[in-house]
């Protein structure tokens, strides 16, 4: 089916585009969300909203970028502000703590299982993906989109609306970061 047709089936209600959509894409959208998010239920939770979202408001879409390009943008600004939620609840579990109400452990990323990676590459990916985590979100949500989902520059720099010479930027500063990390645990 022609994406355009695909599309204007979608706005008249056409179920059957729609579960096309969703059959094609899920994998996709699911595995951005987990190397963003890096837990399973997490990103399940991120997919399932990002064709909620995708369903309620493909009568706005344009046509402007390709579906894709409208799907990974919709599941990364998802995924990050699942983060940035979290990461509001773990500052005030600090204060908690500081506090001393409580004595539960400050939120510290879950070993996780990335479904594009090997059995027995786990532990090495393991260590990769908390490095990854600890990126900044900009550098995160490229690395992510170019190296786990193997989107092209032209393709990322859509996604995050700026232009390819910053996601090579970014994507250089994100490998010298991952080094850095890395090295620093002993990796």
Known sequence: MIET?????QKTGDEA???????????KVFNTALGIVQN????????????????????NFKGEAKLSTWLYRI??????DLLRSRKSKKRAAFIQRLFGEGNEPVYEIPDFH????????????TKLFKAIAQ????QKVAFTLSKLEDL???????????SVPAVESLLHRAKQNLKKILEKEGT
């Open 114 to 125: 990335h479904p594009g990676v090997a059995l027995d590459k786990k532990e090495n990916a």
């Open 152 to 162: 092209s520059y032209q393709e990322v720099s859509d996604v995050m609306k700026t």
């Open 135 to 138: 990126l900044p979100e900009n």
């Open 5 to 9: 047709e695909l599309i204007e089936s």
């Open 40 to 59: 399973a239920e997490d990103a399940e939770d991120v997919a399932q909203e990002v064709f909620i979202q995708v369903y309620r408001g493909i009568g």
């Open 17 to 27: 585009a729609f579960k096309y959509v969703v059959d094609t894409y899920q994998d």
């Open 75 to 80: 599941a990364t600004t998802r995924a990050l």
